[in-house]
Nanobody
Framework: QVQLVESGGGLVQPGGSLRLSCGVS????????MRWYRQAPGKERNLVAI????????TYDDSVKGRFIISRENSKKAVFLQMNDLKHEDTAMYFC?????????WGQGTQVTVSS
């Protein structure tokens, strides 16, 4: 089975930056569409960004457009989320998600806390 492990979360002040990483194993990474989701306490899990198998097409939720950048390095079997100008409302558990057709796999999540 495909396995995903996120890292890079932490505590950051408003306006700061973090770079999240997600390593993938158990499947050819080049065949996977990769996504980042986030879930704040008491709220539903929401899609943040998508990157296609080639890395040429990227999609972002309106709440992060212009601030977050999703990227992938197929040679490293990893996807990244560069988060800039972080805001209080970005506080959430961030999850990496891999998709092949209708099948999906999830990482354990990494906590991002934006606080002054």
């Amino acid at each position: 089975q495909v396995q995903l492990v996120e890292s890079g979360g932490g505590l950051v002040q408003p306006g700061g930056s973090l770079r999240l990483s997600c390593g993938v194993s158990g499947m050819d990474f080049r065949t996977l569409e990769m996504r980042w989701y986030r879930q704040a306490p008491g709220k539903e899990r929401n899609l943040v960004a998508i990157i296609d198998v080639t890395g040429r097409r990227k999609t972002y939720d309106d709440s992060v457009k212009g601030r977050f950048i999703i990227s992938r390095e197929n040679s490293k079997k990893a996807v990244f989320l560069q988060m800039n100008d972080l805001k209080h409302e970005d506080t959430a558990m961030y999850f990496c998600n891999a998709r092949l057709g209708q099948r999906a796999a999830w990482g354990q999540g990494t906590q991002v806390t934006v606080s002054s």
